[in-house]
């Protein structure tokens, strides 16, 4: 983990170099980062999507031979095997955990002290921002995606970056800006596809 904590502090030193502010720096390698896994992140929602199929699949099965075990389980079975060619999808995610906590780890343990174009009521991108204003940023960039589930998303969302130092808000409101742009844009290359 070290060594992806390691690779990840240098490419935001070096997004430093280049922008002078340490919060666009984080917004660069988040970016950044988030682009390099965009092709896994969609290979995992075409699976889940081949999932949401699959399941409906196994329940018209269940439903159509419910009378005739033996022909129920043969029609599964071939459900099944050639269903397993398709979940390494599903693994993709946690290929990205790794990833995600070195991304994270690198920018909690920035040790700067320095204001920010992009929070200028912040004095120190390590400190809490006293104002709320990023934890409440991040959270409902956070929701937006996920309407649905919106009153424990935004109590999570504020119990988590609300002593989150603000170089750390600013990379969740990233994150979540980019997830949200990535959800419609798959919502729209997905909406006349077939999974299955």
Request: charged letters at 20%; hydrophobic letters at 50%; proline letters at 4%.
């Amino acid at each position: 983990m070290d060594i992806i904590i390691n690779i990840f502090k240098t490419m935001i030193e070096f997004a430093f170099q280049i922008t002078g502010d340490w919060g666009i720096a984080i917004v660069l390698l988040t970016i950044t980062v988030k682009l390099l896994m965009l092709p896994f992140s969609i290979k995992q929602r075409i699976a889940m999507k081949k999932q949401i199929v699959f399941s409906k699949e196994i329940e018209a099965v269940k439903k159509k031979y419910k009378n005739n075990k033996k022909r129920q389980d043969d029609e599964l079975n071939k459900l099944y095997l050639n269903n397993s060619k398709g979940m390494f999808g599903c693994f993709l995610s946690l290929l990205q955990l790794p990833i995600i906590s070195g991304l994270y780890m690198s920018i909690s343990r920035l040790p700067v002290e320095a204001m920010i174009m992009l929070i200028p009521w912040a004095m120190n991108i390590g400190s809490t921002d006293d104002k709320f204003i990023v934890p409440l940023i991040y959270t409902i960039v956070s929701i937006l995606p996920s309407i649905k589930s919106i009153i424990p998303m935004l109590i999570f969302g504020l119990v988590i970056t609300v002593k989150a130092p603000i170089g750390l808000g600013i990379y969740f409101i990233t994150s979540s800006i980019f997830t949200l742009l990535e959800d419609i844009g798959f919502k729209i290359y997905s909406k006349n596809k077939v999974f299955a």
